[in-house]
């Protein structure tokens, strides 16, 4: 309500009332609006610049919630890359190594991480280094496990020809024997026979009668069934998988070449042609056309006692018979 306000009048010794008339009455009103709108403004202004409009604070509490997501989603995909690199790890070490495969190389696993900028279009965002890191991460995962998944189906195939490699890696002796000291020559550095010079020996000598028969060492494909200056005559067979095996100064050959051949048949008869100082087979098995000791290889046929005695033996031959 209004205060009422009077004045003093001297002539009557008296307070009269004032009456307001209507334009002093709209400039009085005018006057208050003026002034509470001053000063709803100065604090709205103030408010605002201090505290930020309900708006601004609702986009500042999501943009805290987003950086947090992301800080959370670098955590997970920091284990997710641990995860993955074990898994690397698991395929390259262990599954590759039982199947003697290649192990995937670093540039394919990492392939299209670099080049271009294809993070430029996010460079102008806020927290941007945390955001293209993200993104980064993210693609090189998702790139990782794809060849991760592609490393896995050819396993796969690995797994479903195991038994067909089982069987074609040369893991018999090619003649029967028990007696080690049949064997006339190891894998390694030897004395010639004929030229009495050390030279290196690329596979294993196995002294007997002429005639005595040679087996396959492995499942394969006969490659080679001729006579060869020095091996005399020979018999190569490409069992797939790298591998290859030969024998060398045959007495003759039950195989012709193309035929398929299954571990333990006989493919030839012990001889002794070619240069060669006696009755004898050279054999030698070949991974991705190197030459390997052979001794390593006959792990079907002896039992631990027997291989260790055969290795014993082998070790202390000091002569080729070819």
Same mark, same amino acid.
């Given at each position: 309500m209004a205060k009422t306000k009077y004045r003093f009048n001297p002539?009557?010794? $008296?307070?009269?009332?004032?009456?307001?008339?209507? +334009?002093?009455?709209? &400039?009085?009103?005018?006057?208050?609006?003026? /002034?509470? =709108?001053?000063?709803?403004?100065?604090?709205?202004?103030?408010?605002?610049?201090?505290?930020?409009?309900p708006k601004e604070r609702s986009l500042i509490r999501e943009n805290q919630q987003l950086l947090a997501q992301y800080n959370r989603l670098n955590s997970e995909l920091g284990k997710l890359e641990n995860v993955l690199s074990d898994l690397e790890q698991r395929d390259d070490n262990i599954y590759?190594?039982?199947?003697?495969a290649e192990p995937i190389h670093s540039n394919i696993r990492k392939a299209g991480s670099g080049g271009i900028n294809q993070y430029s279009y996010?460079?102008?965002?806020?927290? $941007?280094?945390?955001?293209?890191?993200?993104?980064? +991460?993210?693609?090189? &995962?998702?790139?990782?496990?794809?060849?991760? /998944?592609? =490393?896995?189906?050819?396993?796969?195939?690995?797994?479903?020809?195991?038994?067909?490699?089982?069987?074609?890696?040369?893991?018999?002796?090619?003649?029967?024997?028990?007696?080690?000291?049949?064997?006339?020559?190891?894998?390694?550095?030897?004395?010639?026979?004929?030229?009495?010079?050390?030279?290196?020996?690329?596979?294993?000598?196995?002294?007997?009668?002429?005639g005595t028969p040679i087996y396959a060492t492995g499942d394969g494909v006969i490659v080679q069934c001729n006579s060869v200056r020095g091996y005399g005559k020979k018999v190569v067979i490409d069992h797939g998988y790298g591998y290859k095996t030969v024998y060398a100064h045959l007495n003759g050959y039950n195989v012709k070449k193309g035929q398929k051949v299954r571990r333990g048949?006989?493919?030839?008869?012990?001889?002794?042609?070619?240069?060669?100082?006696?009755?004898?087979?050279?054999y030698e098995v070949r991974k991705n056309n190197r030459t390997v000791d052979p001794i390593n290889y006959y792990f079907n046929d002896l039992t631990a006692d027997e291989y260790d005695s055969m290795v014993a033996y082998a070790a202390n031959t000091g002569q080729t018979m070819d």
């Open positions: 002539e009557s010794i $008296s307070y009269e009332k004032v009456e307001a008339n209507f +334009k002093t009455r709209i &400039i009085n009103v005018l006057k208050h609006m003026a /002034s509470s =709108s001053v000063l709803a403004i100065v604090m709205v202004v103030v408010l605002f610049y201090f505290f930020g409009s590759r190594v039982i199947f003697e996010l460079e102008n965002l806020d927290n $941007s280094e945390l955001v293209i890191s993200t993104s980064k +991460k993210i693609d090189q &995962i998702a790139k990782s496990v794809y060849v991760q /998944s592609k =490393s896995y189906d050819s396993v796969e195939e690995m797994v479903k020809n195991k038994f067909e490699m089982l069987a074609s890696i040369p893991a018999v002796m090619p003649i029967a024997i028990k007696d080690f000291r049949r064997i006339s020559s190891g894998y390694g550095w030897r004395i010639h026979p004929i030229y009495k010079t050390r030279k290196f020996h690329d596979g294993m000598d196995f002294n007997g009668t002429i048949e006989v493919i030839a008869f012990l001889g002794n042609t070619g240069s060669s100082t006696g009755p004898h087979i050279h």
